[in-house]
C-alpha cells in the first residue's frame, strides 16, 4: 500500500489497514490469542482493482468504513512484550548462572 500511495499519489491518511489485511509480522501471538488484535474485530472488506484506480484518481483513499470499535490500546502487543521481556530475563538468568558455574 506504501509503493501504490507513493505511486499514485494517493493521500492514505483515512486508510484503516485492519479492514483489509492481516498484521505483518506472524510468529507466536500469545496476546492475539487472548485479546482479539484490530483485523479480528472487524467484518474485512476487500480491496479492488476498481478501488485502487478510484483513489488514485481521487487522490485519496476514500472509503466509508462501517461503524466500529477498536481499542486505544493494543494490549494483545502490550502481553507479547512483556512475554518476550520475561523470557528474555529468564534465558539471561540462565546463561550467567551457566557461565559463572
Known amino acids: 500500500m506504501e509503493k501504490?500511495?507513493?505511486a499514485f499519489s494517493v493521500d492514505m491518511s483515512g486508510y484503516l489497514?485492519?479492514?483489509?489485511?492481516?498484521e505483518e509480522g506472524?510468529?507466536?501471538d500469545i496476546g492475539g490469542s487472548i485479546l482479539q488484535p484490530p483485523y479480528e474485530r472487524v467484518k474485512r472488506i476487500p480491496v479492488t482493482p476498481a478501488m485502487l484506480a478510484d483513489?488514485?484518481?481521487?487522490?485519496?483513499w476514500d472509503l466509508d468504513?462501517?461503524?466500529h470499535r477498536?481499542?486505544?490500546w493494543r494490549y494483545d502487543i502490550?502481553?507479547?512484550n512483556i512475554l518476550v521481556g520475561a523470557l528474555s530475563l529468564?534465558?539471561?538468568?540462565?546463561?550467567i548462572k551457566a557461565l559463572l558455574h
Do not use: Q, R, S
Open 4 to 6: 501504490y500511495a507513493e
Open 90 to 95: 529468564w534465558l539471561g538468568y540462565k546463561l
Open 78 to 80: 502490550l502481553i507479547n
Open 65 to 67: 468504513y462501517p461503524p
Open 70 to 72: 477498536v481499542p486505544k
Open 17 to 22: 489497514w485492519y479492514f483489509h489485511t492481516d
Open 55 to 60: 483513489f488514485a484518481n481521487k487522490g485519496a
Open 26 to 28: 506472524g510468529g507466536l
